[in-house]
Each structure stands twice: as structure tokens, then as C-alpha cells.
């Protein structure tokens, strides 16, 4: 009886050895891949990870991170009191007083701290594995946005397409063609665009009103939107995040021109917006259908910015139609300078200039944003 107790002891600990080499051996195999692909891990919640090696962003000034500093357009921030709040009071061409969404995201990711413009001067070739941005100021899904700037028109989503395929060569040439596959594949890609097309083209210029009602006009922007996602999956973006328009009938700039003598937000242009947004989603829907291996995400932005101007109090706002710069009404790009006053605490207000959020209102959506969607794109 002895013995066989010290029998079945014995064979108790080879197996609870052999459990034990088996969890070290899966752990090492795990710091392998991980070392091998270098990709980024998050915690969803339980024991779901994800894994996004790269940010690649596609769009206009939400998402610009300074493509636009060295072109001859109003379209431009590459100077106090943009960046103010920047990491050391620099402005560096975002459209805010300082971080965009880009740096939140990435930062929420564990990408890295700042998303750098793919035409910055500084730009380093093991910038490319972690993501740039090809987003300019001014940009927008129709072809005419980018031409209404002053003297020199700003970066079309057409040239942004043709930049992004000179950064899938340059990672080809730096680190091979399965690491670039890898890298398009994984990676979270941002196209944020629409707000020119419907806030300036449309409504503020009244070009676009000439020749198409808003029906119509918004039919032709989700058509260009379709067209540019399947450019960048063609070109193997697998992961890809679109977002919406934002309420622009209540961001001070369009409050001012089309608002009544108090300002409120216009309806005309919110329902604009949520025109757009509506049949942006269906078409997202058929893209999913259609492309195979694909996540395309409608980003919803709309709704989580409208709930802050309409419940600043929640968020510890206190000013919603009108931006800290200047008079608050009217000012951006290079009309909000040195020479205009700012208000003293920004952090009370939801808009930095007439047409752009603080850098606190655009953590707050980040927040939600990813809150909502990231696990969408798995």
C-alpha cells in the first residue's frame, strides 16, 4: 500500500512538471513572436489582445500633424498661439493648442507617443513601422476642397494616396516585403475627411450649391469616400477607420455665418451632416460585404461631440460657441496669430479656433472613440 502511494505521488509531480515545462515553453514561444513581429499588444478586457504595429492617417486638419507647414496656403498653424499647450509650447502645424488625435490615439495604442507628418524634415525610416500621417489642412473627399485655399492649394486625398504608396516602397526598400505586408495588413489606418467638403465647399463658399442639392452632393462625397478606401485596400490597408461628420452646423465658425443673432448651432447643416453620415454607413456596410479580409469601422464622431456642446457642464466646458482664440467667432489658420488674443484657461472651452477642438475635447472623444469601436476592427 506504501509503495503504491509513492507510486502515484511520483506520477502526480511528473505530471504537474511536465504542466509546468508545457506554461514556461508556451510563454517563451509567445516572447518570440512577439520579439519577431514586433507588434503592439492591448488588452481589450478579459482575455482578449489585439495588436496594431502602426497609426496610418489619411485626411484634413483634424487628423494633420504639420504636412502643411511649408505650402503657401491660409491653411496653415506652424506658429503661436497654435501649440501653445504642446509638449514645450511648440506649434508644429496641429490644428489645435495641442495634441490631435493621431498623438491620443497612438498614445492609447502603445504605438508611440506623437504621429509625425510624412513630409516632416525630421522624418527618421523607423518612423514608417510605427505610422505617419498624410493628412493636410483643408483637404476633403471632393476633388475642389483642396483648391479653395489662398494662393496655393493644400494636399488632395489623390496626393496622399500617391505619398502613401511612396512609404509602401520605402518600407519595402528598409525592411523587406513581408515585413511591409505585416505592417499594411495589422495596422489601424484613420481616413477622416468630409467636414471641408459640407462645411466649406458646400455651405460656407456656396460653390458646390451651384451645381448639386445637398442630396446629391452628398451621393458624389461617399462616392469619392468608397473610392479612396478601396484605393488604400487595394494597396493592402486591411484595418480601416472612417469617420463621420462632425455637428458642423455647431462649431462657431458656421454658428457665425449661418446661426441667428444668438449663434445657436444651424439645423440645415447638422441635417447635412447626418445626410452624409447615414449613407456613409450603408456604404461602409457593403464595402465590409464586398472586400475580403477587410474592417472597415464607421467612426462615429457626430453624436460624442454634439453630446459635449449640448452637456459641457459634464465635461468640465463652460464656453461651447466660440473658440478660445481671438474673438472666437471667426478666426483660424492664419488669422488666429500672435497679434490676437487668447482666452486665458482653454481648458474651459470646447473649440480652440472658430473651426477646431481643444486639445481637451479631442482626448475626450479619443476616449470614446476607441471605448466604442477598436474592438470593431477584429
Known sequence: MIEYIHTCISVLNLVMMSKIIAVFVCCVLCILVCCTTEDINIKMGGNETVTFPALIV???????????????????????PYGRDFLGGKPTGRFSNGRVPPDFIAEELGIKDLIPSYRSSDLQSNDLLTGVSFAS????????????????????????LKQFKEYIEKLKGNFGEERTKFILSKSLVLVVASN?????????TRIRQVQYDIGSYTDMLVHFASTFIKDIY???????GVFDAAPLGCVPFERTLFGDEERKCSQEINS??????IKLSTQIDHLNQNLPQANVVYVDIYNPLLHIIENPIKY??????????????????TLCNQLQPTCIDDSKHVFWDAFH??????????????????????
Open 196 to 204: 471641408n467638403d459640407i462645411g466649406i465647399s458646400y455651405f460656407a
Open 234 to 240: 487595394g494597396l493592402g490597408a486591411r484595418r480601416i
Open 58 to 80: 489619411f485626411g484634413d486638419s483634424i487628423v494633420d500633424t504639420g504636412s502643411n507647414n511649408d505650402l503657401i496656403t491660409e491653411a496653415k498653424c506652424n506658429f503661436l
Open 316 to 333: 468640465g466646458f463652460e464656453v461651447v460657441d466660440k473658440g478660445c482664440c481671438g474673438t472666437g467667432t471667426i478666426e483660424l489658420g
Open 357 to 378: 477642438p481643444t486639445e481637451k475635447t479631442y482626448q475626450i472623444l479619443v476616449r470614446d472613440l476607441l471605448n466604442k469601436t477598436l474592438h470593431k476592427f477584429f
Open 272 to 277: 447635412a451632416s447626418q445626410l452624409f453620415n
Open 137 to 160: 489642412g483643408a483637404s476633403g473627399y471632393d476633388p475642389l476642397t483642396p483648391q479653395l485655399q489662398c494662393l496655393q492649394s493644400v494636399i488632395p486625398l489623390s496626393d496622399q
